[in-house]
Nanobody, 124 residues
Framework: QVQLVESGGGLVQAGGSLRLSCVAS????????MGWFRQAPGKEREFVAA????????NYADSVKGRFTISRDNAKNTVALQMNSLRPEDTAVYYC?????????????????WGRGTQVTVSS
């Protein structure tokens, strides 16, 4: 069974940085695209970033482009999200997700496995 566990969330001031990490169990990680999504209270879960199976291709939401960087380490079954220049509107629960394809989709329905999420709070 695939299990995803996020870590690295917390409280940070606007303009600061956080690095989120997600570790995956199972044998399929190295052949799976990974994504990060976020959800604020009362809002729909939205796409943040995604990365292909070998890290060769990445995608970002317009709202985070230039500030966030997604990466992966297949030797450790991990995917990370480096978040710089954080804004209060980035406050949300952040989820990592895994699909069963080599290249990522940009919608929640494209992903099969989900972590439980980690809270990111950005104060002004």
């Amino acid at each position: 069974q695939v299990q995803l566990v996020e870590s690295g969330g917390g409280l940070v001031q606007a303009g600061g940085s956080l690095r989120l990490s997600c570790v995956a169990s199972g044998r399929t990680f190295v052949l799976s695209a990974m994504g990060w999504f976020r959800q604020a209270p009362g809002k729909e879960r939205e796409f943040v970033a995604a990365i292909s199976w070998n890290g060769g291709s990445t995608n970002y939401a317009d709202s985070v482009k230039g500030r966030f960087t997604i990466s992966r380490d297949n030797a450790k079954n991990t995917v990370a999200l480096q978040m710089n220049s954080l804004r209060p509107e980035d406050t949300a629960v952040y989820y990592c997700a895994q699909n069963d394809r080599l290249y990522p989709g940009l919608h929640t329905t494209d992903y099969v496995y989900w972590g439980r999420g980690t809270q990111v709070t950005v104060s002004s």
